[in-house]
């Protein structure tokens, strides 16, 4: 699935089958579902879910808990716009 792809499967109501749980989390985010999007992130425990955790973390304006998330996932703290983030997160799990 390219990016392309994934932005517009945003059109149906529920995410396309086969997506991971931290790719799933970052279509509920995109359709404006963060309980929905964490949920999903939660039910990845490696390195993918806890990336699509800091991000959200830090949407939700909990900056100490997505730098625990952040650090889980090996990447630094990210201080680009979210929406910058959102799209370099799902391009990067999109290559996986």
């Known amino acids: 699935m390219t990016f392309d792809d994934f932005r ?5 109501t529920e995410p396309p089958a086969g997506l991971t749980p931290a790719l799933a989390g970052l279509w509920w985010d995109a359709k ?8 999903s992130a939660q039910q990845d425990e490696g390195i993918q879910g806890s990336w699509v955790h800091a991000y959200l ?12 998330w952040y650090r889980r996932a090996g990447k630094p703290v990210c201080r680009e716009g979210l929406e910058t983030e959102w799209r370099t997160v799902v391009t990067a799990l999109l290559e996986c």
């Open 57 to 68: 973390h830090r949407k939700e304006g909990d900056p100490g808990n997505a730098a625990y």
């Open 8 to 12: 517009q499967s945003l059109t149906a």
């Open 32 to 39: 404006g579902d963060w309980s929905r999007a964490h949920e």
